[in-house]
């Protein structure tokens, strides 16, 4: 008969189970109380139009003291119910509930247990229903605790230590340093870190890799640090940028390069990649003589576009000696002609002798000498 009794039990707790979700009549609910300090256990009610209800519960006096019950005088209206109650400090709760007028509508959180914590730390104390009978049937309800009812309850002491809890706005895990609470239990949307820069921002907290942005994404109080580039201006658009002024950006604003090796950033002919060839006496010719390890112009070069020819100037110390044919070659011919001159080798004459016959210099050279001048 013992066995049945027990089944039975068990069948009622599995439709109380399938009827609600939150129900957990066969549960026991674990609750966490402050030592020395008080809590509250709300009892809940899932029936209507209660005209009576009978409690007995039991709990365990050396961890725990029972200081009140009252009503809910939302559920149970003052005018239309009266409570009964015998808290005897023997470890038994009883109430009785009745309605003095016209039962009202009575479904939900009815009544609210008071007690204090007197155990040890860490010790463990249960709270269970002995009897709980609504308008003299097996009532539907029992402890509220963690959005869950059951018929009983465990109750751990916790040491009376509170802890500063910091608000976590944006739900990053990271708490704001300038609004806290100090509390035993963590409250839903604190936490116990304060570590946030930025509180209205998810993507903002320590554990982000900073980005080039203008914020501090990592809170380290920097701001893009190692994400950024100094870049120099290239005022000359030669794609050298001036040492002495510069900038630290995200990206290459424009008239800005990576580099800082220009020499003089008003030039664009004067850069480290520029090629300066020899012309002493200034004629536009060059002897071929180079420099390319240099940025600044040397004294007495030119760059490749200042040239007529970056070759063949045979006296770069005169500049009426070059590879153009100018009245000075004219009148040397006209000198070997009339035998004042001999020498054929002079090396600014070479290539101009390539252009005559060189067996013998007659008028006729001379006339072609002329025409090309005059040219």
Known sequence: ????????FYMICIIYSLISSNFACCEIIEYSAIQGQPFSIPLYLRQTKLTGIDIQLAYDPKGIDATDVTLNQETLQSSNYQLMKNLNNDGKITLMI???????DTKGLFATLHFTAIGEVDGVYEIKFLEFDCNGEPADGGLLLED?????????????????????????????????????????????????????????????????NGKDDNCNGLTDENVTNTYYLDADLDGFGDIDLSTIACE??????????????????????????????????????????TCQRPNGY???????????????????????????????????????????????????????????VDIEDSLFLLKKFIE
């Open 1 to 8: 008969m013992k066995i049945k009794t027990i089944i039975f």
């Open 98 to 104: 009745y309605s003095t007028n016209e039962p009202v």
């Open 148 to 212: 869950s009812i059951s018929n009983q309850a465990s109750i751990k002491i916790l040491p009376d230590i509170k802890y500063f809890y910091y608000k976590d706005s944006d739900n990053d895990s990271y708490g704001d340093p300038n609004a806290y609470t100090e509390t035993w239990f963590q409250p839903e949307g604190y936490v116990l870190n304060f570590n946030d820069c930025n509180d209205g921002n998810p993507s903002i907290h320590p554990e982000i890799f900073e980005i080039c």
């Open 252 to 293: 290459q604003p424009e008239g800005y390069v990576a580099n800082h090796q220009d020499c003089n950033d008003n030039d664009f002919k004067e850069n480290p990649q520029q090629v300066w060839y020899k012309d002493i006496d200034n004629d536009g010719y060059s002897d071929g003589s180079m420099i390319t390890e």
């Open 302 to 360: 030119k760059t490749k576009t200042e040239l007529y020819e970056t070759t063949g100037d045979c006296d770069d110390s005169d500049s009426s000696r070059n590879p153009e044919i100018n009245l000075y070659d004219v009148i040397y011919v006209l000198q070997l002609v009339s035998g004042m001159h001999t020498d054929k080798n002079d090396p600014c004459m070479i290539e101009l002798y390539d252009q005559i016959d060189d067996s013998h």
